[in-house]
């Protein structure tokens, strides 16, 4: 089964549409008309575990530090879900999930914070 097609992403109150561009039965990619944004939900299943991961991949232009010369430069933020095949519910991996992201969101993105900042 397929998501919406297309997406819709919100980044800093900016919302991209993001049309599939790829549905191999597996894996999903998105991307937006600019080809700055692009949105990938994939799958890979074994015998033992199932591994989800849903990934947006960035790009922009800024000015290196050291040269003052503008390079394209990209980033991703990605989500991965890894469970065994059976014994934990639906229910049981959205509340890992949610907890996890209320956790790193509390407080105005507290850990968050402190965890891009290079803490453990």
Known sequence: MAL??????TIAAATSPLPRIIDDGLKSVYI??????TE????????QKRR???RIDLSKVAADPFT?????IPASVQF???????????????DAYV??????TAATNAILKRVLAGEH
Request: cysteine-free; hydrophobic content about 40%; proline content about 4%.
């Open 4 to 9: 919406n097609d297309p997406l819709s992403l």
């Open 32 to 37: 937006s008309a600019d080809g700055k944004i």
């Open 40 to 47: 990938t939900v994939s799958h890979q299943v074994t015998s």
């Open 52 to 54: 989800t991961l849903v």
């Open 68 to 72: 003052a010369v503008n390079k394209v």
């Open 80 to 94: 991965v879900f890894e469970f065994p095949t059976w014994g934990y519910t639906e229910q049981e991996k959205i």
């Open 99 to 104: 907890g996890l992201n209320a956790q790193l």
